[in-house]
């Protein structure tokens, strides 16, 4: 029964950008909808995975306060999140292409 999918638009990963493509192009086919949403910014720069995971690793708080909605702070600020924040730290890979 589903009709409509929702993507978010996709400037900063190539992966993503061309997984949207092709997402389009085949629900031209069907009767799904895609509906690609712009991206939400912050101080002139677009919200993505990988800004977040840069602030994790930097330990940048008041950048993760401006990036993230309430409920996403308050787990990472669990114990569930404590192998999520350190695997992202000792990473050197945070930026995806």
Known sequence: GITDRFVGEERSSQVTAIYNEVLAESF??????????????????VISASLVRRAI??????????????????????????????KVKKSDRIIHH
Do not use: F, N, Y
Request: hydrophobic share 40%; no cysteine; glycine share 2%.
């Open 28 to 45: 031209e086919k069907s009767a799904l909808k895609l509906h690609i949403l712009e991206r939400k910014a912050i101080d002139g720069k």
């Open 57 to 86: 690793k930097e330990d940048d708080q008041s950048a993760l306060a401006r990036l993230l909605p309430e409920t996403s702070l308050s787990w990472l600020r669990s114990e569930e999140a404590l192998l999520v924040i350190q």
